[in-house]
């Protein structure tokens, strides 16, 4: 057993950290993301999203791939940035990646997003939200609209110097 080996079982150990259905559960409901979904559309998040545990320097998104899913930090922070440059950090009960989502045709991610602070990430792949109810992914459209309202209210404030 090589040295490489050992690393690499030791990390795929810590990559399978499994949680429970009803901590999945718990946890949505105390994200301001998930406030206006009911019990039933958590149920439903919980079972197509996954989850898991994310180690500081973690890249979980690389600038120029395609995106296939996009992400809710469920704990922890992680770190926005385009060619090296830091764009924002974000925090517990904050997504990114939804603009893979919200692209009509195949979108390739704007940025790459790192992890600085040992974090918890929900996953949700756009071919499982596809199958979703119509409700669940009525609830995800109007989440991601005033987030991202919010997020062009900021960058507009920004560029006019208020």
Known sequence: LDLA????NERLG?????????????TLRKLPFFGNFTDAELWEVARISHWRAAAI???LMKEGEPGSFFCILAEGEVRVSRKGKTLTHLQTGE????MAYLAKDEQLRGA???VTKESRIISVPMQKLAQ?????RSKFDRAFLEIL????????ARLSGV
């Open 5 to 8: 080996e050992v690393f690499r």
């Open 14 to 26: 810590a990559e399978r950290v499994t949680f429970a259905d009803s901590d999945k559960f718990e």
């Open 57 to 59: 320097g973690e890249v």
């Open 95 to 98: 997504c990114f990646g939804e």
């Open 112 to 114: 790459d997003v790192t």
């Open 132 to 136: 979703a109810s119509d409700a669940c």
């Open 149 to 156: 309202v919010e997020r062009l209210t900021l960058a507009n």
